[in-house]
């Protein structure tokens, strides 16, 4: 069985289908074959995944168009016919590619929009509360991938055996393949300052603060990973220490990749840094702000956590970006830095 996944973005999303690779390799054995269609900057990513055969690449930023995009499908299904197109990004663009390819079968994920649409228009902390009781629970996205699609594939024996789909002590759902090691002195802790949007971002002032309590309360070297554009990290500048290595903006997405892989911990917003850790094994600690745990974005691994206030407004958007509409950014600003340093170390005693 050929089957044709596609997620163009974002970077954490991507990372999380490597659950659904892992969940059907699972099920379907070693014969079938997996093909991914993402954005050009995530295909590094997928690529290295041991359950992708071959990685489609859109590159619509520089040029590329649909037409292009499903010309490369054409032609892999015209080399090797795709039984199935497993749509895992359930847009308007996604809708519109398999519109075009309507002569491969194609099932959509269902992503819960009406339920994250009421949880984020509810405005009382206790209607939500009972919402959360029927509709929600911090189950990761692919269990509930699993239950939408598992059907499909009943070979007449019955689906159960993926219900034992768990793997690794830590139980890992999520995977990246092995990585090397990148040239840093160990160990380290990961600190992942940047976010897709800036609401999703815990104020840098509180990162930097807490960096300034890690090196003087542990042997830890630090070391901040964040993008090109995130200038902001620049703010780290202000502590000087030999273990502070500041890498904002000087990794591609590979050698991010390698340095999350072999970190002893990371500590990020809700953004695709904390996914790759954790699909690499490491503990994570998520701090969540108008985004959602609830969301299936909530860390799985049994070392990890996450912080997250309950307030009227929160999760303000599915996304995390729309601006804050209240004076102060209050679900991000009320996470203390002291709270944050004790999870830290409670989590470092767990090791
Ligand atoms: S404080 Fe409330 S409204 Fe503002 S970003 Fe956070 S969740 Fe949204």
């Avoid at 649409?117 to 699993?146: A, M």
């Avoid at 090196?215 to 990973?225: G, M």
Wanted: with cysteine.
């Amino acid at each position: 069985m050929h089957i044709l996944l596609v997620r163009f973005s974002s970077m954490g999303d991507v990372v999380l289908q490597s659950a659904t690779l892992n969940w059907l390799r699972a099920l379907l054995g070693k014969d079938a074959h997996f093909s991914f269609v993402t954005s050009s900057e995530f295909v590094s990513m997928i690529g290295a995944h041991p359950e992708v055969g071959t990685v489609i690449s859109f590159d619509r930023r520089n040029g590329e168009t649909w037409g292009d995009l499903k010309r490369k499908i054409r032609s892999l299904h015209s080399e090797r016919r795709i039984d199935l197109i497993l749509d895992l990004h359930a847009t308007l663009r996604s809708f519109r590619l398999r519109c075009s390819l309507w002569q491969i079968p194609a099932l959509t994920v269902d992503k819960r929009r009406w339920e994250r649409f009421f949880l984020t228009k509810i405005k009382s902390v206790w209607v939500k509360r009972v919402f959360d009781l029927d509709l929600f629970g911090l189950e990761p996205q692919v269990t509930r991938i699993i239950r939408d699609f598992e059907g499909i594939f009943d070979d007449g024996r019955g689906v159960r055996r993926t219900i034992e789909f768990r793997r690794g002590a830590n139980q890992e759902l999520t995977s990246i393949g092995a990585r090397v090691r990148y040239p840093l002195p160990a160990p380290y802790i990961v600190l992942a300052p940047s976010a897709s949007f800036a609401p999703k971002r815990w104020p840098v002032a509180s990162f930097v603060e807490l960096t300034r309590i890690l090196l003087a309360e542990t042997p830890y070297h630090l070391v901040i990973l964040a993008g090109p554009e995130d200038s902001f990290c620049d703010a780290f500048g202000a502590l000087a220490s030999e273990r502070l290595h500041n890498l904002q903006g000087k990794t591609s997405l590979g050698q991010s990749m390698d340095i999350l892989a072999h970190a002893t911990l990371c500590v990020g917003n809700d953004s695709g840094m904390n996914h790759i850790a954790e699909a690499a094994g490491v503990p994570c600690l998520t701090i969540f702000g108008p985004t959602d745990p609830r969301f299936g974005f909530a860390p799985h691994g049994t070392k990890s956590r996450f912080l997250a206030k309950e307030m009227f407004c929160r999760p303000c958007s599915t996304t995390g970006k729309y601006a804050c509409y209240r004076d102060r950014h209050y679900c991000m600003e009320e996470i203390s830095v002291a709270e944050v340093r004790e999870t830290i170390r409670q989590m470092l005693g767990d090791l």
